[in-house]
C-alpha cells in the first residue's frame, strides 16, 4: 500500500501572550495510509509529542524500524502528527534569543558568547494548558474538516497526557479513543490557572546530548533495551529540526557546536484525581488504554519527591479514571523512551490492534503484562 507524506501548516490564532492575537503556524506531518473507499471508513489518529520531544523525532524518527506514524499509516490508518506552539516545526516565538533560556544554563550557550546570567528579554513562561487545548482543538477541528470524519483517535506519549486528558474530558463528541503511553499524571497536581497569567520565568528550556543520554541511561536496566546507535539516531533528528538549537552548546574539536535541543517552557492544570474522574468520560464514551515502562522512573515517581505537582503515578490514573473501559499494559524491558526501544515494535502492534478493537487481550478492562517477545497476559 502507497504511502502518502503531506505536512501542513495548520493556521491558528495565538492565544498565549508572546504572539497573542497572531496567526501562528502549527506544525502537522500526515501519514496517509488509508485505503481507498467510502469517507465513512476512514480512520484518523491524532499524535501529539510530550515535554521536550517533537514528534518528527518522536513519532516519525527515520532509523531503521522507529517510525510509529508510519507503522499505523501502513496499517490502514491516516495518521497525524503535531507539534504544539513553542515545539519542533510549529511557530516558536519569543525562542531565537539565548537571553530567554533557562538563566541557570546560560554559561553552556557559547554561539554567542554569554558571560554569566542575563535577564530574559522575554522573562514569562511560553504557554499554558489553555493555549495547549486551543491549538489541540484547531488540529483537531482541521482533520475532522478535511478527512470528513467525527471523531479522532488520539495516541499521546508523556506530558501529551496534560493536553489530550482534559481536551477528552471537554470533548467526547470529538475523540474516539485515548491511548497514552508513559502519561505525567499528577495525583494532587493543579485544579486552576494561576490568577495571572503569563506566569514569570522564561520561555525556553534546553538540554544537551550529555544529559540526554545519561537521564536515559539510568532506566536501561536490559541487555536487548536499547540499540546502540538509537541515541545518535534521536539527537541527529531533534538536531534537523531546530536550526537555531544546533548553533548553540560547548564547541568540539572539530569546531562546530554540539548543539542544544530546544523546548517550550509551560504551566498546566487540570489534570489530576479529581480532573479525570470528570463527568465519566474517561472509561466512558473515551475508551482509555494506558501504557508505561516497567523502568519508568519520570511517569513514576517517588510518593516522597515532597513536591505534589511533580509527584507523578501511572497507575494512579488508571485508579482514577471512572468508567470501566479502561486498561494498563505494564511493559517488560521498557523505560521512558520506550518509543525508541527494543519494545518498540510491540507498542507498535499493541496500538493497531487498539485501534481496531479498542480492547486488550479481548477485554475491556483491567492491568496486564506485555513480555519481550509482545505476549500479553493479565497482572498476577
Not at 502507497?2 to 506531518?29: C, E, N, W, Y
Not at 499521546?156 to 503511553?181: C, H, R, T
Request: aromatic share 8%; with cysteine; hydrophobic share 35%.
Amino acid at each position: 500500500m502507497a504511502i502518502k507524506t503531506i505536512d501542513h501548516m495548520v493556521p491558528h490564532k495565538s492565544t498565549i501572550d508572546a504572539s497573542k492575537g497572531q496567526l501562528i503556524d502549527l506544525f502537522v506531518r500526515e501519514r496517509d495510509g488509508t485505503p481507498p473507499g467510502p469517507p465513512a471508513e476512514r480512520k484518523a489518529v491524532l499524535m501529539l509529542h510530550g515535554r521536550s520531544v517533537p514528534v518528527l523525532a518522536g513519532f516519525d524518527l527515520q532509523h531503521s524500524t522507529y517510525g510509529w506514524g508510519e507503522a499505523l499509516a501502513k496499517a490502514g490508518y491516516d495518521v497525524f502528527m503535531m507539534d504544539l506552539q513553542g515545539s519542533g516545526k510549529s511557530t516558536r516565538p519569543r525562542m531565537e534569543d539565548p537571553c530567554n533560556v533557562n538563566p541557570a544554563l546560560h554559561t553552556t550557550l557559547l554561539i554567542p558568547p554569554l558571560s554569566g546570567q542575563r535577564t530574559p528579554s522575554y522573562p514569562f513562561q511560553l504557554s499554558n494548558s489553555q493555549s495547549d487545548w486551543a491549538e489541540l482543538d484547531t488540529v483537531v477541528e482541521y482533520i475532522r474538516s478535511e478527512r470528513n470524519v467525527s471523531k479522532v483517535a488520539f495516541i499521546g506519549w508523556s506530558a501529551a497526557a496534560f493536553q489530550m486528558g482534559p481536551y477528552a474530558i471537554d470533548n467526547p463528541e470529538k475523540v474516539e479513543s485515548l491511548f497514552l503511553v508513559a502519561p505525567m499524571f499528577p495525583p494532587a497536581g493543579r485544579t486552576d490557572p494561576p490568577p495571572a497569567l503569563p506566569v514569570p520565568g522564561f520561555p525556553t528550556h534546553v538540554f544537551t546530548l550529555g544529559g540526554f543520554k545519561q537521564g536515559w541511561d539510568t532506566q536501561v536496566h536490559c541487555a536487548t533495551q536499547r540499540e546502540p546507535d538509537v541515541v545518535d539516531a534521536v539527537w541527529k533528528a531533534l538536531m534537523d529540526i531546530d536550526p537555531i538549537g544546533r548553533t548553540w552548546g560547548k564547541i568540539q574539536p572539530s569546531g562546530r557546536p554540539l548543539g542544544l535541543s530546544r523546548f517550550r517552557n509551560a504551566l498546566w492544570w487540570g489534570w489530576n484525581t479529581e480532573a479525570a474522574a470528570r463527568d465519566g468520560v474517561l472509561g466512558g464514551s473515551v475508551p482509555v488504554l494506558i501504557v508505561y515502562g516497567e523502568y519508568d522512573t519520570t511517569a513514576n515517581a517517588t510518593p516522597d519527591s515532597g513536591d505534589p505537582l511533580l509527584t507523578f503515578s501511572v497507575p494512579a490514573l488508571y485508579d482514577a479514571i471512572p468508567g470501566s473501559h479502561r486498561l494498563l499494559v505494564k511493559v517488560d524491558c521498557a523505560g521512558h523512551q520506550i518509543v525508541w526501544e527494543g519494545q518498540h515494535k510491540n507498542l507498535h502492534n499493541l496500538s493497531k490492534h487498539w485501534l481496531k478493537h479498542t480492547k486488550v487481550d479481548g477485554k475491556t478492562q483491567g492491568l496486564f503484562d506485555m513480555a519481550e517477545d509482545g505476549t500479553i497476559s493479565p497482572t498476577p
